[in-house]
């Protein structure tokens, strides 16, 4: 009987964050905190980044201690949203430092936002000491998620000048195509200036491998 109790309390508080969550894209934040605190007091990780997210349109200083104890459980989106909280100085001082370490620590749970922010950081030294290889591991990675033009451009540069990477004309001729493709200005103008550039049998193995590119990731997407 205890087991059964257990158990269905553990359903009750599952319920209420679900209806913590709906309360939230509602607009209900007063409603969305009522909900989600009971799971969130218990350290459920979901209803602690609901809380912080409600919390945030109210007051941003009061929704980062929520964050933290969200991220700390491994909620990615709980990291992405306090990195990017320490980045912009929303809710507390500024720390580029904090906010890449965030970034880093959730880009490798396929949260693709820090995945594109922790590259850029290493590519300028943001927050972090820049490191051409780091820069390059994160920046393939979120180009290889399809959902960053502007990354895929960077790995096309990164390819073009050797950088974190060796030189590959072919590869970096791809991932500006994949930008154009995206629509990206400056892919599109690189594109036009490769063109004049490589050799035509080049140009075509680079096209063809960014078309493979586009077929695989519209199969995944289809994929149920």
């Given at each position: 009987m205890?087991?059964?109790?257990t158990?269905?309390?553990?359903l009750?508080?599952a319920?209420?964050a679900?209806?913590?969550?709906k ?5 209900k934040?007063?409603?969305?905190i009522?909900l989600?605190m ?10 602690q980044?609901?809380?912080?997210a409600?919390?945030e349109?109210k ?7 929520w ?10 989106y709980?990291?992405?949203?306090l990195?990017?909280?320490?980045e912009t100085?929303r809710?507390?001082k500024k720390?580029?430092a904090s ?5 880093e620590?959730?880009?490798p749970?396929?949260e ?13 030294g943001t927050g972090?000491?820049?490191d051409p290889?780091k820069a ?12 960053s033009p502007?990354s895929?451009y960077?790995?096309?540069l990164?390819y073009?000048?050797a950088?974190?990477t060796?030189?590959d ?24 200036l ?5 050799s ?13 590119f586009?077929?695989r990731r519209?199969?995944a997407q289809?994929a149920p």
């Amino acid at each position: 009987m205890l087991a059964l109790l257990t158990l269905l309390a553990g359903l009750a508080l599952a319920d209420d964050a679900d209806d913590g969550w709906k309360a939230f894209k509602a607009g209900k934040f007063d409603e969305a905190i009522r909900l989600s605190m009971p799971s969130a007091l218990k350290g459920d990780d979901g209803s602690q980044y609901t809380v912080a997210a409600a919390l945030e349109e109210k007051d941003p200083a009061k929704a980062v201690p929520w964050y933290e104890k969200s991220a700390k459980g491994g909620n990615g989106y709980a990291m992405y949203r306090l990195g990017w909280l320490y980045e912009t100085g929303r809710g507390v001082k500024k720390d580029l430092a904090s906010a890449a370490f965030w970034y880093e620590q959730c880009a490798p749970l396929g949260e693709t936002r820090c995945t594109k922010s922790i590259a850029f950081a290493y590519v300028h030294g943001t927050g972090v000491k820049a490191d051409p290889a780091k820069a390059f591991k994160w920046m393939k990675l979120s180009a290889e998620d399809g959902t960053s033009p502007q990354s895929a451009y960077s790995l096309g540069l990164m390819y073009g000048k050797a950088h974190g990477t060796k030189r590959d004309m072919v590869e970096s001729y791809r991932w500006m195509w994949v930008g154009a493709k995206g629509g990206h200005k400056e892919s599109k103008d690189f594109v036009a200036l490769l063109d004049r550039e490589m050799s035509a049998v080049d140009v075509e193995k680079a096209k063809r491998r960014a078309r493979d590119f586009e077929e695989r990731r519209k199969r995944a997407q289809a994929a149920p």
